[in-house]
């Protein structure tokens, strides 16, 4: 095989993609359609609560053109961390949508699950071994961390997907992966370069945001050779650059020339981008350096508290004006008030002032007439948080500063009831590195013959 073409639908399963789009990369014929499912984004509470951050109506939408259209190609359809955040309750939606889809359309194949989740026991033993390593500026793990946690995941590489290829599975379904492996590991496989194949990888995971317009919601194709790799998009109103293509290789990095990964990392210091047309761009030179000792980052998550929040807003200049020493006084008011003999988290997040970057906002003077105010209380229980949120908004609305003018109320509720109680909330508990001589036996594998 002299090329290698991969379908990209979406940069995550249940985004949505524009069917015409999609259907002009089928006509193409790739050798492979494989999307990201989650990412972890989105914060720590859908590892956490065991919560898909995907709807599955739209996944199902998705994976119905996806599934049937690997079908129809007989080619693999691989799946990265499924349901969002990988966790065995994650994969478990994905694959109950993918049987209900084979179902439907009539539809047989061969389907690998694979876990990436952890029990507890298992990683303490690799934490009192010393293979788990503290990342960048995260806390070093802990065996309390570990315990806490409700969900630990690691991203898998290429090995258990090229492993469950190898056994002759036509889907794969992947707990948390790493973005670009479910991308590269069917062409490594097929004999292609491994850092080409996870340097595109990482383009196809993001789908279009790499053209411009970027998107994460329409079809990008790749073409990988012996020596190079080029993207296009599939919709016409779309195009990719040099530009735009060097730009996204810089995305989610913390060095412009080092991708670090699972195994290794990519040395991208002698890449090159290049127009091959007015819409198509071809990459060379990516490097690919292992570790003398694979490792995986490993992602935990546990419960850190329940949360209440209310929502309002403000356009009074004299109001505006004094933000700061009201909302510093309402802090007070309502610790007087409650008088709690729990503890609690009162927050108060300002748009129209420094809501989006708070104290790092480098013009925090408003010079907006309105501001927007979220009051957000964070206790140990559901009730407390809801007293803490309902004390303060109290507070807030009846709060009499200097030089007001009307009395009936400072804030303005878009929404009745004006208190949400969103629930129990989650942290980051584990997030760091464990190395491992023998990576595929981190990740249990699974098989099913799906039929109709």
Request: some cysteine.
């Amino acid at each position: 095989m002299e090329e290698f073409k991969i379908l990209s639908p979406s940069g995550i399963v249940g985004y949505g993609f524009p069917e015409e789009s999609f259907l002009a990369g089928v006509a193409l014929k790739p050798d492979l359609i494989a999307c990201d499912g989650g990412s972890t984004d989105p914060g720590p509470y859908y590892l956490g609560s065991g919560i898909p951050f995907t709807n599955a109506t739209a996944v199902k939408r998705d994976l119905t053109l996806m599934l049937k259209a690997a079908r129809d190609l007989n080619i693999p359809l691989v799946i990265g961390t499924a349901g969002g955040c990988g966790a065995d309750v994650h994969v478990a939606r994905e694959v109950g949508i993918i049987r209900e889809i084979a179902k439907e359309h009539h539809l047989s194949f061969k389907m690998a699950v694979i876990s990436a989740e952890f029990e507890k026991e298992a990683l303490i033993e690799h934490l009192h071994k010393g293979r788990i390593e503290k990342l960048g500026p995260a806390p070093a793990v802990t065996d309390q961390d570990i315990a806490d946690s409700t969900h630990i995941v690691a991203q898998m590489g290429i090995e258990p997907i090229m492993a469950a290829l190898d056994d002759g599975a036509d889907v794969v379904i992947c707990g948390r992966c790493y973005d670009p492996a479910a991308f590269a590991a069917p062409a490594i496989r097929a004999g292609f370069d491994k850092a080409l194949s996870l340097h595109l990888g990482k383009i196809l995971e993001c789908a279009t945001i790499c053209a411009t317009p970027g998107s994460a919601s329409d079809c990008m194709m790749g073409y990988l050779g012996k020596d190079y790799f080029e993207v296009e998009p599939l919709s016409p109103d779309r195009k990719c650059t040099p530009t735009s293509v060097s730009a996204h290789t810089l995305y989610e990095k913390t060095d412009p020339y080092i991708l670090p990964g699972p195994g290794g990392h990519l040395n991208l210091l002698d890449c090159t981008f290049t127009a091959v047309s007015d819409r198509r761009v071809r990459v060379q030179g990516s490097r690919f350096v292992p570790e003398a000792v694979p490792t995986v980052k490993l992602e935990g998550a546990k419960e850190a508290g329940f949360r209440t929040i209310s929502i309002c807003g403000n356009r009074d200049p004299i109001f505006i004006s004094q933000i700061d020493s009201i909302l510093e006084n309402v802090k007070k008011r309502t610790a007087t008030n409650l008088c709690a003999d729990f503890s609690y988290r009162l927050d108060f997040i300002v748009y129209g002032k420094n809501g989006v970057m708070g104290a790092l906002e480098p013009t925090p003077t408003v010079t907006s007439h309105e501001i927007g105010i979220v009051i957000d209380a964070v206790a140990d229980t559901a009730e407390h948080s809801a007293a803490v949120c309902s004390v303060a908004r109290a507070a807030l609305l009846h709060y009499g500063y200097e030089g007001r003018i009307a009395t009936a109320g400072n804030v303005a509720f878009p929404f009745s009831p004006s208190d949400v109680k969103v629930g129990a909330i989650y942290t980051f508990s584990v997030y760091a590195l464990l190395r491992y001589p023998d990576p595929l036996s981190l990740f249990s594998r699974s098989y099913e013959e799906v039929t109709p």
